[in-house]
């Protein structure tokens, strides 16, 4: 569904990939993308009630999002933040209590992967025999998963008991002590817009002998 998303501006939403769930080192910007366009996408998906939960979630998910980005705050406008926020909260827990007994969540593949491969490290740094025995164990989980007689993954619950999810309530303050989030973002200084501007001049110089181009 992602796929299906049609591109936006030059560099605003562009062209999803076609697994977005199985890509690696998301930077901050695809993370924003995804929460533009995530209501359409995940419109229908799960059985009502759940679907509408959802989609509450993750309006005032963008909500949220939309309104600590903005770059110039009024008391009004942090007020809303404080409120929107009170909401959101209510509407996480909501739903994670509502969806925890119903729905079987697993982890992802990939982070699967990455966990045999933390302890494939781990062993290879105790002994270098260790290394063949965990490679070993390694084939015989994939060989396992692909089985039917595999049994059910452990369930994976969302944790609410985050730092990420418990600095959410300190936007508000923190704008109104230090100011709006643009001002010491990272955004700024490394943004999306910059590398396809210098990505577009790549045509209009020598590849092999950039001393001579310049």
Known sequence: RFRQVPVFGQDTICRFHANVGELKQF?????????????P?????????????????????????????????????????????????KALRKFVKETGD????????????????????????????????VQTALQTDTSTENSDSMPAAAKKEFNLSTYKIHSLGDYASTIRHIGTTDSYTTHIVCSSAEHYAGAGLTGK???GSRSTAI
């Open 41 to 89: 996408v995940f419109e229908g998906l799960l059985p009502n009630p759940f679907d509408d939960m959802a989609m509450d979630l993750l309006f005032l998910t963008a909500y949220l999002h939309s309104l600590g980005k903005l770059r110039m705050h009024m008391d009004s406008m942090l007020l809303i933040l404080e409120q929107v926020t009170t909401e959101f909260g």
């Open 205 to 207: 110089t020598l590849r």
């Open 27 to 39: 930077a901050a910007r695809e993370y924003e993308d995804v929460l533009q366009c995530i209501i």
């Open 102 to 133: 119903t729905f079987h969540t697993t982890k992802l593949p990939k982070e699967k992967a990455a966990r045999l491969q933390r302890q494939a490290n781990k062993a290879k740094k105790s002994s270098a025999s260790a290394q063949t025995t």
